[in-house]
């Protein structure tokens, strides 16, 4: 069975940092690409950034390039964002997603993700 555990979430003033954890058990984060999504009531999930199982590819949505960083450790099979010079717009419920069939290089879509967390609460105030 696989699970995901988000956390590091919170209210944060623009301008600033958090850093959101997930710990993975159940599938390899060595093996399987992983993300984070985010959502904000009304609106559909939407990709963040990810990470390749192999680790040699990371990739981001416009919205955070620059301002955001995926990384895992492999050994503790956990994933992090480390968000910076967070925005109003940022504030979100922020999950980690993880895949469980080959997907080649695609990374982006949400049905590609069969298993998630609960999320974890970002909220960043003006």
């Known amino acids: 069975q696989v699970q995901l555990v988000e956390s590091g979430g919170g209210v944060v003033q623009a301008g600033g940092s958090l850093k959101l954890s997930c710990a993975v058990s159940?599938?390899?984060?060595?093996?399987?690409?992983a993300a984070w999504f985010r959502q904000v009531p009304g609106k559909e999930r939407e990709f963040v950034a990810a990470v390749s199982g192999s680790g040699g590819r990371f990739n981001y949505a416009d919205s955070v390039k620059g301002r955001f960083t995926i990384s895992k450790d492999n050994a503790k099979n956990m994933m992090f964002l480390q968000m910076s010079t967070l925005k109003q717009e940022d504030t979100a419920h922020y999950y980690c997603?993880?895949?469980?069939?080959?997907?080649?290089?695609?990374?982006?879509?949400?049905?590609?993700?069969?298993?998630w967390g609960q999320g974890t609460q970002v909220t960043v105030s003006s």
């Open positions: 159940g599938r390899s984060l060595n093996h399987w690409t």
């Open positions: 997603e993880i895949q469980g069939v080959s997907t080649g290089s695609r990374y982006e879509y949400l049905f590609d993700y069969d298993s």
